[in-house]
């Protein structure tokens, strides 16, 4: 069997956040129930570029596979492959921005569908860049937000933001000035940026409120400060495992005692009902993710699915990769 390419272009007219949402949500199911495992990231450095690793088997697709990125100063570069199961031979070969975007996002929208408050029509969003699109489109996709109210320090970045999201999700979107504006009193705080140190007090919380961390994956990097992890009666992580590895945004609160791993649940527990995602209508939840292979690899194989129907992506041919004198 020939191996599918997708570009960029293939990956965005073949998807949609709902669709990732729906994709991304069963696959944490599926890993609760033990068909599927997901390996965490690891980095290799070399002078000037950063190799980023990941990789899951996903027994219920059929499919096993990997993310690969390189980030250098001219940015970041990303690539999925998968594999079948069962011969080894390569399925499927795809460039992987918007695909990451589409299911980081869609990790978020999942969270918000177990987690948030269910007639929230508000939220607050930190950062302008391309993740935090995916973001807002998730959580508008689960519930009825009317209304987003978007901070990050350049002024001009985040009034483009808000005029063209607003076009684009049919949502008022204020750009506001103050940090506190998008925190303050509202059911749903995300926070989708590359800062290194915390975005907003977690002393302006609502009670209710879901927070969802999006942007760090570093642990020298925290986008939330130790308050939100301490006024947060339910944490949810996309995997405790993978955020141990790479949450800075709990070490704070681990050096002050104020936090523990054994308060922290996986994802994919609360989506199987193994766990709850909050205990009352008024406590703050936070979720925080960093990414996981098994969202690249059944993201992959809808697309696979999708491209094969539709005759779209372009067959390569490369050999099984075996030795046959």
């Excluded at 070399?46 to 596979?65: F, N, Q, R």
């Excluded at 098994?294 to 699915?305: G, Q, S, T």
Aim: hydrophobic share 45%; with cysteine; proline share 3%.
């Amino acid at each position: 069997m020939s191996t599918l390419y997708l570009t960029e272009a293939d990956v965005a007219e073949l998807l949609d956040i709902r669709l990732v949402i729906d994709v991304v949500e069963e696959a944490f199911r599926r890993l609760a129930a033990g068909e599927a495992h997901n390996v965490p990231r690891v980095r290799a450095r070399a002078p000037g570029v950063v190799l980023h690793s990941m990789s899951a088997a996903a027994a219920y697709l059929g499919l096993v596979g990997w993310k690969n990125y390189t980030a250098t100063r001219s940015g970041a570069k990303f690539h999925v492959a998968v594999y079948d199961q069962e011969s080894g031979d390569w399925r499927a070969l795809i460039e992987a921005d918007w695909l990451g975007r589409l299911r980081t996002g869609a990790t978020t929208g999942v969270a918000a569908e177990w987690a948030a408050p269910r007639e929230a029509r508000e939220l607050g969003l930190f950062g302008t860049g391309r993740q935090a699109e995916t973001q807002l489109a998730a959580v508008a996709a689960v519930r009825p937000i009317k209304q987003a109210f978007v901070y990050s320090r350049n002024a001009e970045r985040r009034a483009d933001f808000a005029e063209r999201m607003s076009a684009q999700l049919d949502l008022e979107i204020e750009a506001v000035d103050r940090p506190q504006q998008a925190a303050e009193e509202l059911p749903i705080v995300v926070t989708a940026t590359t800062s290194r140190e915390p975005v907003f007090d977690g002393n302006w919380l609502a009670e209710g409120a879901l927070v969802c961390a999006a942007g760090s994956n570093w642990l020298n990097r925290a986008e939330i400060d130790s308050t939100v992890v301490r006024r947060a009666d339910n944490i949810i992580c996309d995997s405790v495992e993978c955020c141990r590895r790479e949450a800075g945004d709990f070490s704070d609160a681990l050096e002050k005692g104020i936090f523990e791993w054994t308060g922290a649940v996986d994802l994919a527990d609360v989506v199987a009902g193994k766990a709850v995602a909050r205990n009352r209508d008024d406590s703050i939840v936070l979720f925080k993710s960093v990414g996981m292979a098994i969202e690249d690899v059944a993201v992959a194989a809808k697309l696979i699915e999708l491209a094969r129907e539709r005759g779209m992506g372009r067959e390569l041919d490369i050999g099984p990769g075996m030795y046959r004198p």
